[in-house]
C-alpha cells in the first residue's frame, strides 16, 4: 500500500510540475503577444447633406484579419463606445474585399463592431501600437477629440508605432511632437487625396481635405493615382492613402512591431 501512495504521490507532483511549467509557458505566450488598439470613428452623420457616414469597413477588416491571423491581440475603442457606424457606402458591391466579406459572416468580429470600448478609458501603456481606420466620420469626431489627440501623442511619446489610413491622417490635423509642433511636421506622409475627394464630391462636404490639413500642418506629402497602395513610413508614423492601401499599412505596421 505505500508503495502505491508513493506512485500516487510522484504522479501528482509530475502532475503539478507540468501544471506550473504550462502556466509558466502560457503567461510568457501572453506577455510576448503584441497587443494593437483600434480607433473608430462615432461620428455618423455626413455634414449637412442628411445621409450617414462612418467608418470604411475595407479599412477596419483587411488590417483587423491581418493582424488577428498573425497572433496580434486587438482591442478596439471609439470615443463614445458601444456601436460604431459603419459608412453605408462601405458595404456597397462595388467595395467588398475578400477581408470585407469575410467580416460580413463573423459574428465575433461583428460583436467587437457593436461592443466598443469607450476612448477615455484607454492608456497607451497597455499597447505596443495604434491603428485608425478611415472612413469620413473621423474627420469629424477623432480629428476634434482631445482624448485622441493625448493618446495619439502619449503613444509617440512612447515611441510606438502609430498607423492611419485613407481620412484618418487628417485625426492628426490637432497633434503635437515633443517640441509642440504640428506632429507631421517634415515627416513624410501620405492620406485621401483631394482628387480622390473630388471623385467621391464630398469636397464641399467634408469639414477639411486631408491632403490640404497635411501640407498646411508640415508634412511631406506623397501621393500615387487615385484608388492606388501608396503607403508610407517615416520612423514610428504609418500612413496609407486610400482603402486599396489598407493591408499594406497592416503588413507595415506589423513588421514595426518585431
Same mark, same amino acid.
Given at each position: 500500500?505505500?508503495f502505491?501512495?508513493?506512485?500516487v504521490?510522484a ?5 503539478l510540475t507540468?501544471?506550473? *511549467? #504550462?502556466?509558466? $509557458? ?6 510576448d503577444? %503584441?497587443k494593437v488598439? =483600434?480607433?473608430?470613428t462615432?461620428?455618423?452623420e455626413?455634414g449637412?447633406?442628411g445621409?450617414?457616414?462612418g467608418?470604411?469597413?475595407?479599412e477596419?477588416?483587411?488590417p ?8 496580434v491581440?486587438i482591442t478596439?475603442?471609439s470615443?463614445?463606445?458601444g456601436?460604431?457606424?459603419i459608412d ?10 475578400e ?10 468580429? *461583428? #460583436?467587437?463592431i $457593436?461592443?466598443t470600448?469607450?476612448l477615455e478609458s484607454? %492608456?497607451?501603456?497597455? =499597447?505596443d501600437?495604434?491603428?485608425?481606420p478611415g472612413g469620413?466620420?473621423?474627420?469629424w469626431?477623432l480629428a ?12 509617440n ?8 489610413v ?12 515633443e517640441k ?8 513624410n506622409?501620405t492620406?485621401f487625396t483631394?482628387t480622390e ?8 462636404v ?5 491632403e490640404?490639413?497635411?501640407?498646411e500642418?508640415?508634412?511631406i506629402y506623397?501621393?500615387?493615382a ?5 503607403v ?9 492613402q486610400?482603402?486599396a492601401?489598407s493591408n ?10 518585431k
Amino acid at each position: 500500500m505505500k508503495f502505491k501512495h508513493i506512485i500516487v504521490l510522484a504522479l501528482s507532483l509530475s502532475t503539478l510540475t507540468a501544471n506550473s *511549467q #504550462n502556466n509558466k $509557458n502560457n503567461d510568457q505566450q501572453n506577455k510576448d503577444q %503584441k497587443k494593437v488598439l =483600434f480607433v473608430l470613428t462615432s461620428h455618423d452623420e455626413l455634414g449637412d447633406t442628411g445621409e450617414k457616414t462612418g467608418f470604411w469597413v475595407e479599412e477596419f477588416a483587411a488590417p483587423y484579419y491581418n493582424l488577428l491571423d498573425k497572433g496580434v491581440k486587438i482591442t478596439i475603442a471609439s470615443p463614445k463606445g458601444g456601436k460604431a457606424p459603419i459608412d453605408p457606402r462601405s458595404k456597397a458591391d462595388a467595395s467588398q474585399t475578400e477581408a470585407t466579406k469575410r467580416y460580413n459572416n463573423d459574428k465575433a468580429a *461583428q #460583436n467587437l463592431i $457593436n461592443t466598443t470600448v469607450k476612448l477615455e478609458s484607454i %492608456k497607451a501603456e497597455d =499597447f505596443d501600437a495604434v491603428f485608425y481606420p478611415g472612413g469620413h466620420g473621423p474627420l469629424w469626431d477623432l480629428a476634434e477629440s482631445k482624448t485622441s489627440i493625448a493618446l495619439i501623442e502619449t503613444f509617440n511619446e512612447q515611441k510606438k508605432p502609430v498607423a492611419f489610413v485613407c481620412h484618418a491622417p487628417g485625426v492628426l490635423k490637432d497633434v503635437k511632437n515633443e517640441k509642440g509642433e504640428p506632429f507631421v511636421k517634415g515627416k513624410n506622409v501620405t492620406g485621401f487625396t483631394n482628387t480622390e475627394e473630388e471623385a467621391v464630391q464630398l469636397t464641399k462636404v467634408v469639414p477639411f481635405l486631408v491632403e490640404d490639413i497635411l501640407k498646411e500642418n508640415g508634412g511631406i506629402y506623397t501621393k500615387a493615382a487615385n484608388w492606388n497602395v501608396h503607403v508610407v513610413k517615416d520612423g514610428n508614423l504609418i500612413t496609407g492613402q486610400n482603402p486599396a492601401s489598407s493591408n499594406k499599412v497592416a503588413e507595415t505596421l506589423f513588421e514595426s512591431l518585431k
